[in-house]
T-cell receptor
């Protein structure tokens, strides 16, 4: 069982729709990362959050530490939002106060005009 | 543009060969991470350096090694290459040591082993 579970795996939406992508993890963490991977392969860090909610433009990320769950929302989706969205959490202790990121398998979003 | 650079962008080589991937972190960032992304495994952490010292090791094969130089750029060396090493290799940098700091990813190096 993957320690970081994302759902759905694939998502197709019409332009303008409200999108939600979910991420659940198995143990307590200090922070969670949301990443966006473009079709060309490049990865962009969208959010890093440890509590509550963060907003950047049409993107909103929330986290519930007690329930070990985070959501990424996209309002008024646009074809340029088409990408793979990946959540990552520092699950594995590497020693000396450092944790490794463990990644979800990603959610492939396609927004159709 | 994240400010992290990686070279080369693409690399095609044969089994048994050795390659070196290079990463320059964002100006001022001391921490460099290397990740491998293959089709069947997704993104996996390989190794982390902080200010020239190795700080954490993930699922990195013994055939792979890395270092971070005094100017903070880092190199990932892959030797005795196998077909299964074909993947995208990303480096990322952050200002501080812990994974509760935002990481900035480079554009990646796509390695194809034939």
């Amino acid at each position: 069982k993957n320690e970081v579970e994302q759902s759905p795996q694939n998502l197709t939406a019409q332009e303008g729709e409200f999108i939600t992508i979910n991420c659940s993890y198995s143990v307590g963490i200090s922070a969670l990362h949301w990443l966006q991977q473009h079709p060309g392969g490049g990865i962009v860090s969208l959010f890093m959050l440890s509590s509550g909610k963060k907003k950047h433009g049409r993107l909103i990320a929330t986290i519930n530490i007690q329930e070990k769950h985070s959501s990424l929302h996209i309002t008024a989706s646009h074809p340029r939002d088409s990408a793979v969205y990946i959540c990552a959490v520092p699950l594995t202790y590497s020693g000396a106060g450092s944790y490794q990121l463990t990644f979800g398998k990603g959610t492939k979003l396609s927004v159709i005009p | 543009d994240s400010g992290v650079t990686q070279t080369p962008k693409h690399l095609i080589t044969a089994t048994g060969q050795r390659v070196t991937l290079r990463c320059s972190p964002r100006s001022g960032d001391l921490s460099v991470y290397w990740y491998q992304q293959s089709l069947d495994q997704g993104l996996q952490f390989l190794i982390q350096y902080y200010n020239g010292e190795e700080r954490a090791k993930g699922n990195i094969l013994e055939r792979f090694s890395a270092q971070q130089f005094p100017d903070l750029h880092s190199e990932l060396n892959l030797s005795s290459l196998e077909l299964g090493d074909s993947a995208l290799y990303f480096c990322a940098s952050s200002a501080k040591l812990g994974t509760d700091n935002e990481q900035f990813f480079g554009p990646g190096t796509r390695l194809t082993v034939l």
